[in-house]
């Protein structure tokens, strides 16, 4: 029931109050009542959003509590298709199975795809392709910002890379009118931190070719076939990039010497290897990718990987010696603030033994040790403390090897 107007608690005195102070007294209650009325409304709208917010979550929760009750899928790959069905095998436990498809699934299929089944082993639906998912262990980079002039110490390396790898992808009539093949690739040895990867990408720069890097360690798995299958698809990768730079650091983590050794880990390193060696066999002569690979490890490879026709240049990066030191100084430098008092000779000279990766640690921790002191420039004493520290350091984790 709604108040008359008799039933209204006025704010003036209906006897005492003039009619000016009425029509003032009842402006006041409007203005306040305006007021409540504006809050009230900020208040339902809050109520509103916050509403929609805790639908919107409840509608998120629902889909998902929906999913967590279906039944999971498995992934499958087609091995085999024929008028019984399809031939699939799961990935795993490498269990295969025969299952029927519709006709419209069928033309979809072919051998290689991947597939989701469910637990009957029915084929629910065709995946992408697999190289998508697995180039997330791959370094793609469609434009390396290495030049040959960042690289110092190593000319007569840099010369035989150019030779190996940039002709034959820039220049690859010479080869047809001399009449030979070019090589078919490249295998760069020698201690760590050398340079080894900057001169591939250096190569790969100067190409406009697309660098591809993988680590040999991303390519032993322990289930059957899988390294194998990375080694295909790592190549399958190249093709779709030419012109391309395949650069496999660590190389030796997949093709070492081979053993007498039964364990199913070690079978499975020879089966990548033995992909690896028929992917190399394969390539088109003059094809547009280049392979080139580094290890640290030279002793410990394969003779058959090392065989020509595979790698036909094996070039070692040493060390740099004092000229090369002194040259890596002032390409790490050459955009730092460094004093009149910096010799870069006696840095070299002093950095003895040090990489082409160690001179670029000194050049960074000298840069570090004038931030400490609150100093824009670099003075000679901040790469002596850096060097002193970098050697320390290097010291103590060769002790710690040692130990382990």
């Known amino acids: 029931m709604t108040d008359t107007v008799d039933d ?8 005492a109050a003039s009619q000016q102070e009425k029509i003032e007294a009842l402006r006041e209650r409007l203005d306040v009542l305006e007021g409540q009325n504006e809050e009230m409304r900020d208040k339902l709208l809050d109520a509103n959003a916050e509403n929609n917010k805790y639908q919107q979550k409840l509608e998120r929760l629902t889909h998902e509590n929906k999913k967590l009750k279906q039944s999971p899928l498995f992934v499958a790959t087609v091995q085999e298709v024929n008028d019984e069905g399809v031939i699939i095998k799961q990935h795993g436990n490498n269990q295969e199975a025969l299952t029927e498809v519709t006709g419209e699934m069928m033309s979809e299929l072919e051998p290689d795809a991947r597939v989701a089944v469910n637990n009957s082993l029915s084929i629910v639906k065709r995946l992408d392709k697999e190289t998508d998912v697995r180039a997330r262990v791959m370094q793609v980079d469609h ?5 040959y002039e960042d ?14 790898v940039e002709m034959p992808l820039d220049r690859p009539e010479m080869f047809e009118q001399v009449g030979i093949d070019p090589p078919s690739g490249v295998l760069l040895h020698g201690p760590p931190g050398t340079g080894k990867t ?8 100067q190409t406009d070719a697309t660098f591809i890097k993988m680590a040999g360690s991303e390519l032993v798995h322990k289930f059957i076939g899988e390294g194998a299958k990375l080694v295909r698809d790592l190549f399958e990768v190249a093709r779709e990039n030419e012109p391309a730079v395949l650069f ?3 190389i030796d983590a997949i093709a070492s010497k081979r053993t007498d050794s039964k364990t199913s880990g070690d079978a499975e390193v020879q089966r990548t290897m033995m992909q690896l060696l028929s992917e190399m066999d394969g390539f088109e ?13 030279f002793d410990m490879l394969d003779p058959a990987i090392l065989r020509p026709g595979r790698f036909d240049r094996l070039i070692e990066v040493p060390k740099p010696d004092e ?3 002194e040259i890596i100084f002032q390409i790490h430098t050459r955009n730092m603030n460094v004093a009149d008092d910096v010799d870069f000779a006696e840095l070299a000279e002093m950095a003895d033994d040090a990489s082409g990766a160690d001179i670029k640690a000194v050049c960074t921790e000298a840069g570090m040790f004038a931030i400490r002191d609150d100093r824009t420039e670099i003075y000679m004493d901040d790469f002596v403390s850096a060097w002193e520290k970098i050697r320390a350091e290097s010291t103590d984790d060769d002790a710690s090897r040692a130990f382990a």
Do not use: C, F, W
């Open 8 to 15: 209204v608690d006025l704010p003036y005195d209906e006897e």
């Open 143 to 147: 434009s390396p910002d290495v030049r």
């Open 151 to 164: 690289i110092g110490g190593l000319e007569a390396q840099m010369q035989e890379v150019r030779e190996t």
């Open 198 to 205: 900057m001169l591939a990408k250096a190569v790969a720069n």
């Open 248 to 250: 496999i650091d660590e």
């Open 285 to 297: 002569e003059r094809g547009e990718i280049r392979i080139i690979a580094a290890t640290n490890r």
């Open 323 to 325: 000229e090369g030191r």
